[in-house]
């Protein structure tokens, strides 16, 4: 399969959303025809080189489809748009085409499940250590909040505005804050393990490098092990707030080409 790629130094995990304000000429293109033809197009990692200007030196070969959820064409050209995560790809090869963006020969990428009751142990047990790191990051008093500025697509389930006895059915909310469905609703946690994998994956606050070893873990089985150890790792740091991390591009309210 033939797919458009928009490489960015950024990770996009499956069922995280992503701002984007595209404005080089060549990027633009590519938003017209993924919004013509209503296709995806890839978001891949720029492991050496720039967003912008010539073509990145080096690219990640493990990388996500991303569809337009959302998009706003400007007077000047220009576009704001929301895309969201969906399948992993793996590259063939990449060349540019003639509208000057890369396309690349790629190949699915599913996941593999190895041991089942591993998996939904691991599942279980990650989701209730995350809710714990999620608490952990809101500010004590007297500090000053970072912000968790990460977008998801999950199901949440109005709790609000629900009349005595009444329960809604749950809808889909695309790009919802993860700290605001939080706050705003009940977020319904995926009975999926591999969902549910490469959502934290996009939430948890890591490095390029160990995001994007996530997303390319071979089986759901490695990537819940992953997350668990980083898990392990960071709870302990963040209840004693001795956490050190480094912004991570990929958290910026809005990614820029």
């Known amino acids: 399969m033939d797919l458009p790629l928009f490489p960015l130094q950024t990770v996009l995990c499956p069922g995280i959303a992503l701002p984007l304000h595209v404005f080089e000429p060549r990027y633009r293109r590519l938003v017209e025809r993924s919004l ?7 978001v891949v990692l720029i492991r050496e080189g720039r967003e912008v200007g010539a ?9 996500t489809t991303a569809e337009i959820r959302e998009s706003e064409a400007l007077d000047d050209g220009r576009f ?20 000057g963006y890369l396309v690349a020969r790629v190949a699915p990428l599913p996941d593999r499940v190895d041991d089942e009751e591993l998996v939904a142990r691991l599942a279980d047990r990650v989701s209730r250590r995350f809710v714990d790191y999620l608490r ?25 505005a629900l009349e005595p006895g009444t329960e809604p059915e749950p809808g889909p909310e695309a790009g919802a804050a993860a700290d605001a469905a939080a706050r705003s609703g009940e977020p319904i946690v995926p009975d999926d393990p ?18 994007q070893a996530l997303l390319e873990a071979s089986t759901t089985d490695e990537r819940l092990l992953a997350l668990d150890r980083l898990l392990d790792r960071e709870i302990p740091l963040l209840a004693r707030r001795l956490r050190v991390w480094t912004a991570d591009p990929r958290t910026d309210a809005v990614r820029r080409n």
Do not use: C, K, M, N
């Open 55 to 63: 073509t990145p030196a080096a690219l990640a070969r493990v990388g």
């Open 36 to 42: 013509a033809d209503r296709t995806p197009f890839g």
């Open 80 to 99: 704001e748009i929301l895309v969201v995560g969906t399948e992993r790809f793996v590259i063939d090869e990449a060349t540019t085409g003639e509208d």
């Open 194 to 211: 591999t969902t549910l994998s490469h959502l934290l994956s996009g939430i948890i606050q890591v490095e390029l490098p160990q995001r």
């Open 136 to 160: 952990l990051l809101q500010p004590a008093e007297g500090e000053e909040s970072t912000g968790l500025d990460v977008q998801v697509e999950v199901e949440v389930r109005e709790v609000a």
